[in-house]
């Protein structure tokens, strides 16, 4: 793999820290400039309401701040994932079969054979292509439609465009929703790949010994416990839209649904805040893959 690519990867955890860093910005500056105004209400209030949703408050003065800060969110977040989704498919065997091939070449073996060499890589099936492009390049889409309504419903404020914002809100959650979940449920059959390919090539007459599998095989570019906490995050936000659609249209108990409207925001912040985990394994996934390469350009020197 050209080391362009590499570097590419190893500096994409820059994206996702500039995505977290705007929205907690926005978060901040919203919630700071109602809290520290003495909680006033606005016009785009309900009557029975005293807590400020988000976007009563970014229909006001800070209406730019509120534009710019989820463009600038969302026009890293998109890219992150196409980073994400491009480098973490286990349909790119070739550069992850190499590091294998290449720590086995040049790591001292224990064993009379070399337990590498003597399991040839096995390609992926054909149905991978389905797997490792359509379903991501799905995940993608819902997430650009996502993005396009969060920008449009800061333009169409609802003090001013109360209908359109109230139409393109539940698109925007939805279609984030889509898309996180679809990301985790790839994730979770990609690892699962993974690690049924690392012990087909690499486990062996040396499957018992962890030690040794660590050391020929190479790193597997997925986190579990980013995994997992994406995946918790995301339940936690389908229940919580949930309850804020209860709260907001049937039982109009707008403080509550305000306060729940806040923490799924942030709970978005959290699964943004995963991708930068993720990004950064893949960052020193990279890191590896170039000393491998690195070491064996020199030994043929």
Not at 158 to 185: D, M
Not at 220 to 234: D, E, H, R
Request: a neutral charge; glycine letters at 6%; hydrophobic letters at 50%.
């Amino acid at each position: 793999m050209p080391q362009p690519i590499h570097h590419l990867r190893r500096w994409a955890v820059i994206l996702p820290t500039i995505t977290v860093a705007s929205w907690l910005a926005m978060l901040g500056a919203l919630f700071g400039t109602w809290y520290t105004s003495g909680e006033p209400r606005y016009v785009s209030e309900e009557e029975t309401q005293s807590i400020a949703f988000i976007s009563d408050i970014g229909a006001q003065n800070l209406k730019p701040v509120f534009i710019v800060c989820s463009a600038v969110s969302m026009s890293t977040y998109i890219p992150s994932l196409v980073i994400y989704f491009f480098y973490v498919s286990p349909v790119r065997t070739s550069p992850w079969t190499s590091q294998g091939l290449n720590r086995g070449n040049s790591s001292p073996s224990i064993y009379s054979t070399n337990p590498v060499m003597s399991l040839p890589p096995r390609p992926l099936q054909q149905h991978s292509l389905l797997l490792h492009i359509g379903i991501p390049l799905l995940s993608i889409l819902f997430t650009v439609i996502g993005a396009t309504n969060l920008i449009l419903l800061t333009i169409f404020d609802t003090a001013r465009y109360g209908k359109a914002h109230q139409l393109l809100l539940p698109t925007s959650i939805a279609a984030h929703i889509i898309s996180c979940l679809i990301l985790c449920g790839w994730s979770m059959v990609c690892l699962r790949q993974y690690r049924a390919q690392q012990q087909s090539q690499y486990g062996g007459i040396y499957s018992g010994d962890k030690f040794t599998l660590e050391l020929y095989a190479p790193r597997i570019p997925i986190s579990s416990a980013s995994l997992v906490v994406k995946t918790v995050v995301v339940v936690f936000e389908i229940g919580l839209v949930i309850l804020f659609a209860i709260m907001t249209w049937w039982l109009k108990t707008f403080d509550m649904a305000a306060v729940i409207g806040w923490v799924i925001v942030l709970l978005f912040a959290g699964y943004m805040l995963c991708l930068i985990v993720d990004l950064w394994v893949l960052g020193t996934a990279a890191k590896s893959e170039l000393d491998a390469m690195e070491s064996k350009t020199i030994a043929h020197v």
